[in-house]
């Protein structure tokens, strides 16, 4: 099987990296199979960011804290381990930014489209959802998109849901909501088009970013969508994919 192995910079990913080459060999992207993805969870997005084009399915093995996307590092059996392994496709999200002198930028985002308040003062986001207006003036730290594959993580610790990682669902949660002040947030299906519009953008600045890689601020307005032409191919060993892990967090 050819791998291309790819890894972070940390000290022990970059241990992993030699050892696993030097004992099965080193492909160019453009050349192999699978990709081989050795760190932590940040890694592993940013190597499906970057690798996308590739349409290779990606496989990682933690050499970093959690690894909620990763399998578990061991050296040898890697071909067996990738042979079995189930396959599982996230789509991304992509989000459109407007800032008040017309700027636009674009991005895609695997677990989360987030704004956040960029001053001292409370975010007021209008909040529309397919062209129809649902909340006229959230005034919160922040709100956020959420992919299933996502909503375990910055969704969860803002007190959103678990999703399923098969449902055809996004998370939209409130970050610190101060009016409506019990507004959690609302699960929409995954063909909706959410639009945040800020209110007050001089006085309350707010700032927009996808998946932690892409920051835009001062924002007027953000659409975030489903993009159903990207599909992220995660490999997983069997009995240890994103069902059972989303599953596990919802008992821990």
């Known amino acids: 099987m050819k791998i291309a192995f790819l890894a972070s910079t940390a000290p022990a990913a970059q241990m992993a990296l030699a050892e696993l080459s030097a004992r099965y060999g080193q492909f160019a992207v453009d050349q192999a199979q699978v990709i081989v993805a050795l760190g932590g969870d940040g890694f592993m997005l940013q190597c499906l960011h ?49 800032t008040a002198d017309g700027q636009v930028t674009t991005a895609l985002a695997i677990n989360e489209v987030s ?21 006229p003036e959230l005034v919160c730290d922040g709100a956020l998109v959420a992919t299933p594959a996502g909503s375990t993580a910055y969704n969860y610790s803002a007190h959103g849901p678990i999703l399923p990682i098969g449902s055809d669902v996004l998370a939209l ?52 969508r489903s993009d159903p032409s990207v599909r992220h191919r995660l490999r997983f060993d069997p009995g240890h994919g994103l069902e059972e892990r989303l599953l596990n967090e919802q008992f821990v």
Not at 115 to 135: N, S, Y
């Open 173 to 224: 949660t409130a970050v610190a909501a101060f009016r409506p002040r019990r507004w959690r947030g609302a699960l929409l299906p995954n063909s909706a088009v959410v639009r945040f519009d800020v209110l007050e953008p001089e006085k309350r600045p707010v700032m927009a970013d996808a998946d932690g890689r892409r920051n835009v601020r001062a924002v007027t307005s953000v659409e975030v």
């Open 50 to 98: 970057e690798q996308q084009g590739a349409g290779l399915p990606v496989y990682g093995m933690n050499c970093g804290t959690i690894g909620f996307l990763m399998n578990g590092f061991q050296v040898d059996g890697l071909p067996e381990r990738l042979a079995d392994s189930v396959e599982e496709v996230v789509l991304p999200l992509s989000m459109r930014a407007e």
């Open 115 to 135: 704004l956040f308040r960029a001053g001292p003062q409370a975010a007021k986001l209008k909040i529309t959802v397919d062209g129809k207006e649902r909340m």
